[in-house]
């Protein structure tokens, strides 16, 4: 399964963890279903998130949970969308708070790579999803991994912030040592959710403002 091959840096810190069992039997679960149906996103921007942001660059992981399940809209970088793709509504609330918190215009595009190449990771809990099928790739072995990737940034790095928006991400700070990490959470950006805590948050300021404390680089938002 060569088009589902991780990044370098990443198979290093990862090696133990792609080499069980669960996880042969998760590639072998993916390689079937993009050969037997409709998969987002492309099967060689599984990987993406972490193409884009490699382990040592990693200053920030925003957590997802499904890739979006519509034609063109995933590349492998949560609540991201490809050029030329409309905002699903999440993103619409992410650009609007953006606006309200550092005075930021929305973008033309959806596009974040531009956060991803700053050492943003958008990780998804669940790597791949079925057309029009939400949530129809979870439970096959991608949490474990993804819970993997959380716990190994958060132990082998210090100083990272880590953005977990609604019920199901905030259930991952337990994997965080919050006394080495900045830990940020608040409602969904979802339209159910996103007057319930998200638009207001100041997500965007606080991990900056964090991240100068800790003499690192802020991000271009």
Not at 48 to 68: C, H, K, M, W
Not at 145 to 166: N, P, S, Y
Not at 168 to 197: F, M, N, V, W
Request: hydrophobic fraction near 40%; proline fraction near 5%.
């Amino acid at each position: 399964m060569n088009s589902l091959q991780l990044p370098a840096d990443w198979q290093t810190i990862l090696a133990h963890e792609t080499a069980q069992p669960y996880f042969k039997s998760l590639e072998k679960f993916v390689d079937e279903a993009y050969k037997n149906s409709i998969v987002y996103p492309p099967k060689p921007m599984v990987f993406n998130a972490f193409e884009r942001s490699i382990f040592q660059n990693t200053r920030v992981v925003i957590l997802g949970q499904d890739p979006y399940h519509g034609m063109g809209q995933a590349h492998g970088l949560s609540f991201s969308v490809m050029d030329g793709v409309a905002f699903p509504p999440s993103l619409r609330n992410i650009f609007k708070e953006l606006k309200r918190d550092l005075d930021i215009d929305p973008p033309f595009s959806g596009n974040l790579e531009r956060w991803a190449d700053q050492g943003v990771l958008l990780l998804n809990a669940t790597l791949t999803v079925e057309n029009g099928k939400a949530g129809s790739h979870q439970k096959q072995g991608w949490e474990t991994f993804t819970d993997a990737v959380i716990q190994k940034i958060a132990d082998e790095k210090e100083h990272v912030v880590f953005i977990l928006w609604g019920a199901y991400a905030q259930k991952k700070a337990s994997l965080i040592d919050e006394s080495k990490h900045c830990i940020l959470t608040s409602a969904h950006p979802s339209p159910l959710s996103a007057h319930r805590g998200f638009l207001g948050n100041e997500h965007f300021s606080k991990t900056n403002k964090y991240l100068k404390e800790k003499g690192l680089k802020e991000v271009e938002w």
